[in-house]
Nanobody
Framework: QVQLVESGGGLVQAGGSLRLSCAAS????????MGWFRQAPGKEREIVAA????????YYVDSVKGRFTISRDNAKNTVYLQMNSLKPEDTAVYYC?????????????????WGQGTQVTVSS
């Protein structure tokens, strides 16, 4: 089992920044690829960014490229999502997830573990 706990969400004005953290406990964190998803009201959960177990490979959905950066610190069992130039359309609950490979962690149904989510609200 892997337990994931997100933090760092909040209310920010458009153009502002937030840094989300996801702390992992349980099985060896460095064995897992990690992803950040988001879900806005009335919409399906979507992948935002993902990172391989080593941190050497990353994936971003087109809408956040150049604005968001995913990173991980395996010594601290933590994955981060730095979000810059935030837009109102980034408003959602953000979840971190873990899976065995980078490809799998980009797909909702192939993630093995989920955090409880953290709310991000961007005002215009």
């Amino acid at each position: 089992q892997v337990q994931l706990v997100e933090s760092g969400g909040g209310l920010v004005q458009a153009g502002g920044s937030l840094r989300l953290s996801c702390a992992a406990s349980g099985r060896t964190f460095s064995n897992y690829a990690m992803g950040w998803f988001r879900q806005a009201p009335g919409k399906e959960r979507e992948i935002v960014a993902a990172i391989s177990w080593s941190g050497g490979s990353t994936y971003y959905v087109d809408s956040v490229k150049g604005r968001f950066t995913i990173s991980r610190d395996n010594a601290k069992n933590t994955v981060y999502l730095q979000m810059n130039s935030l837009k109102p359309e980034d408003t959602a609950v953000y979840y971190c997830a873990a899976s065995s490979t980078l490809a799998r962690v980009t797909r909702v149904r192939e993630c093995d573990y989920w955090g409880q989510g953290t709310q991000v609200t961007v005002s215009s």
